[in-house]
């Protein structure tokens, strides 16, 4: 059976150094603690290499190479210091012969394997199917490290990460990047103590805004030579558009471009801290009604024109920079506010939330890499609140492309801000009870839509404290016994062997009935 390889750049970790070490030329399965490199047929040390590039190139010509890593033989020694020592992970044969060259690529391989048109894209996080719900935790501690208390609680999560605001008190609002390594470090270091392999931990970057809290887009703003990376105001192109006092990024300009994709993205991977997915906000919020006919802070509104060429010019860039974590093995979760052309169908009033573009446009832009999209008000979206269409109309019109979604096999992590019941010492030990009211109706919808690469988190803001274990995730519907089925333009339900699941969206109604 061809096994699917996901690298992991080992230069981080010494430990992984030494480990490397002992297997080479070894043709034995091998095992690494953090799931990135399992149950591969056969590794081939192919020897020194001077640049990664170099090591993913020689993969990449062979279709029966499953992907590859690497990691720096001995940095005492002057000759190979820079040098990266490159392994291939080989399926189905124990040499590095010619011969297999025959055996194709698999298309369920993992982000090692380069850009494959139509591969599968892959779960980001452990995916157990469908046993227990996989939940989301994304907070930050403004004043430093989290204790082992809060650590037990992010451990719990299935996929686990830090906002913005981490460390920003002791930071002073600057080294947003050193102040979340240290976080995840220290997170890190903490679940390897205990043996928790199965939560995936992420850190956050921003795509439409140059936020002053992070070290490279701060000095980017501050130096005149990158004056046109930023959004001007169309009427007087003087004036450089500004929200709460930091600029927007203009992705038309391919200097602008090329700094985020191999300047500010490649620090990501030049960080390495523990992290195997990173979190992108507003990916492309400014031409998907944030600028919409109005204005936004100091500008004015921009025309469709200009609208459309901005989201097209953003969406080239995402297919530079998904490419760029991939190789160094990195998933992106993208904070996407498009939707699929077909979400507005079946009687309601539907609306293009994006001018220029659908979701299907970034769907086959990225076509052959490995990302996940993000829902920050599941299953609604911004700027979709205004007329025509209300609110019974918005919400299936947001469902209706989540299930498009599942059914493409896209992972998603859909966050809702609806109150819920954080679990305590009693219900902890009662079995799980289905959820009433808006915290029933948003769980519902996830459970309409979900696949198995689906994760589902709640919290009232982006701090530690806004976060716990609701009494919800320990609900356990089971696997579904079909795709959801719309009974009507508001209505979808779906079967699973624990559940039944019921959503109207005219009247926000959800049920889940246990079996």
Same mark, same amino acid.
């Given at each position: 059976?061809?096994?699917?390889?996901?690298?992991?750049?080992?230069?981080?970790?010494?430990?992984?150094?030494?480990?490397?070490?002992?297997?080479?030329?070894?043709?034995?399965?091998?095992?690494?603690?953090?799931?990135?490199?399992?149950?591969?047929?056969?590794?081939?040390?192919?020897?020194?290499?001077?640049?990664?590039?170099?090591?993913?190139?020689?993969?990449?010509?062979?279709?029966?190479?499953?992907?590859?890593?690497?990691?720096?033989?001995?940095?005492?020694?002057?000759?190979?210091?820079?040098?990266?020592?490159?392994?291939?992970?080989?399926?189905?044969?124990?040499?590095?012969?010619?011969?297999?060259?025959?055996?194709?690529?698999?298309?369920?391989?993992?982000?090692?394997?380069?850009?494959?048109?139509?591969?599968?894209?892959?779960?980001?996080?452990?995916?157990?199917?469908?046993?227990?719900?996989?939940?989301?935790?994304?907070?930050?501690?403004?004043?430093?490290?989290?204790?082992?208390?809060?650590?037990?609680?992010?451990?719990?999560?299935?996929?686990?990460?830090?906002?913005?605001?981490?460390?920003?008190?002791?930071?002073?609002?600057?080294?947003?990047?050193?102040?979340?390594?240290?976080?995840?470090?220290?997170?890190?270091?903490?679940?390897?103590?205990?043996?928790?392999?199965?939560?995936?931990?992420?850190?956050?970057?921003?795509?439409?805004?140059?936020?002053?809290?992070?070290?490279?887009?701060?000095?980017?703003?501050?130096?005149?030579?990158?004056?046109?990376?930023?959004?001007?105001?169309?009427?007087?192109?003087?004036?450089?558009?500004?929200?709460?006092?930091?600029?927007?990024?203009?992705?038309?300009?391919?200097?602008?471009?090329?700094?985020?994709?191999?300047?500010?993205?490649?620090?990501?991977?030049?960080?390495?801290?523990?992290?195997?997915?990173?979190?992108?906000?507003?990916?492309?919020?400014?031409?998907?009604?944030?600028?919409?006919?109005?204005?936004?802070?100091?500008?004015?509104?921009?025309?469709?024109?200009?609208?459309?060429?901005?989201?097209?010019?953003?969406?080239?860039?995402?297919?530079?920079?998904?490419?760029?974590?991939?190789?160094?093995?990195?998933?992106?979760?993208?904070?996407?506010?498009?939707?699929?052309?077909?979400?507005?169908?079946?009687?309601?009033?539907?609306?293009?939330?994006?001018?220029?573009?659908?979701?299907?446009?970034?769907?086959?832009?990225?076509?052959?890499?490995?990302?996940?999209?993000?829902?920050?008000?599941?299953?609604?979206?911004?700027?979709?609140?205004?007329?025509?269409?209300?609110?019974?109309?918005?919400?299936?019109? %947001?469902? =209706?492309?989540?299930?498009?979604?599942?059914? +493409?096999?896209? &992972?998603? $992590? @859909?966050? /809702? *801000? %609806?109150? =819920?019941?954080?679990?305590?010492?009693?219900? +902890?030990?009662? &079995?799980? $009870? @289905?959820? /009433? *009211?808006?915290? =029933?109706?948003?769980?519902?919808?996830?459970?309409?839509?979900?696949?198995?690469?689906?994760?589902? *988190?709640?919290?009232?803001?982006?701090?530690?404290?806004?976060?716990?274990?609701?009494?919800?995730?320990?609900?356990?519907?089971?696997?579904?016994?079909?795709?959801?089925?719309?009974?009507?333009?508001?209505?979808?339900?779906?079967?699973?062997?624990?559940?039944?699941?019921?959503?109207?969206?005219?009247?926000?109604?959800?049920?889940?009935?246990?079996?």
């Amino acid at each position: 059976m061809l096994v699917a390889c996901i690298f992991w750049l080992l230069v981080a970790s010494v430990n992984a150094v030494e480990y490397m070490s002992s297997f080479m030329n070894d043709t034995t399965t091998l095992q690494f603690d953090h799931g990135a490199l399992k149950n591969l047929s056969t590794q081939v040390d192919i020897g020194i290499m001077n640049d990664a590039s170099q090591c993913s190139a020689r993969c990449f010509s062979s279709p029966r190479c499953a992907g590859y890593t690497w990691f720096t033989p001995d940095t005492n020694n002057a000759t190979q210091k820079y040098a990266l020592h490159c392994i291939l992970c080989v399926v189905n044969s124990s040499d590095s012969g010619a011969a297999a060259n025959s055996i194709p690529m698999p298309k369920d391989c993992g982000i090692g394997c380069g850009q494959i048109s139509g591969r599968k894209l892959m779960s980001p996080w452990p995916s157990k199917g469908y046993d227990a719900l996989p939940t989301l935790w994304f907070g930050a501690n403004k004043t430093g490290l989290d204790s082992v208390e809060t650590l037990q609680l992010v451990g719990r999560h299935t996929l686990s990460g830090y906002g913005w605001e981490q460390g920003i008190t002791t930071h002073q609002a600057e080294h947003s990047e050193l102040a979340q390594a240290e976080a995840i470090i220290h997170a890190r270091d903490y679940f390897d103590s205990v043996g928790n392999n199965h939560t995936t931990l992420f850190v956050y970057r921003q795509i439409q805004v140059a936020l002053s809290y992070f070290d490279i887009t701060r000095d980017a703003v501050s130096n005149p030579a990158y004056k046109d990376f930023w959004l001007h105001d169309e009427e007087n192109t003087s004036v450089v558009c500004l929200t709460q006092g930091m600029p927007m990024w203009n992705f038309t300009n391919s200097n602008a471009e090329d700094f985020f994709v191999n300047t500010f993205v490649e620090e990501l991977c030049e960080e390495q801290a523990g992290f195997t997915t990173v979190y992108f906000d507003e990916v492309d919020d400014n031409w998907c009604g944030f600028f919409g006919d109005h204005g936004v802070g100091n500008c004015s509104a921009y025309s469709n024109e200009t609208q459309a060429a901005q989201l097209k010019a953003t969406y080239k860039m995402l297919r530079s920079m998904v490419q760029k974590l991939n190789d160094c093995g990195l998933i992106p979760i993208l904070a996407i506010f498009n939707l699929y052309k077909g979400s507005g169908g079946n009687g309601i009033i539907g609306q293009k939330k994006c001018i220029g573009a659908y979701e299907d446009d970034l769907v086959e832009i990225l076509d052959g890499l490995q990302w996940a999209r993000f829902y920050e008000q599941w299953p609604d979206e911004f700027y979709m609140r205004n007329p025509p269409a209300g609110e019974r109309d918005r919400f299936a019109q %947001v469902l =209706a492309n989540g299930v498009l979604e599942g059914q +493409a096999g896209i &992972p998603v $992590v @859909a966050h /809702t *801000g %609806v109150d =819920a019941t954080c679990e305590n010492a009693s219900s +902890a030990k009662s &079995p799980p $009870v @289905a959820p /009433t *009211g808006a915290a =029933a109706f948003h769980l519902a919808a996830f459970y309409i839509a979900m696949n198995e690469k689906w994760v589902y *988190g709640v919290s009232s803001g982006w701090t530690d404290g806004n976060f716990c274990w609701r009494q919800e995730y320990n609900l356990k519907c089971g696997s579904p016994l079909g795709d959801a089925k719309r009974t009507g333009p508001y209505t979808f339900v779906r079967n699973f062997t624990n559940c039944d699941v019921y959503v109207n969206t005219d009247g926000l109604i959800g049920n889940i009935t246990l079996k």
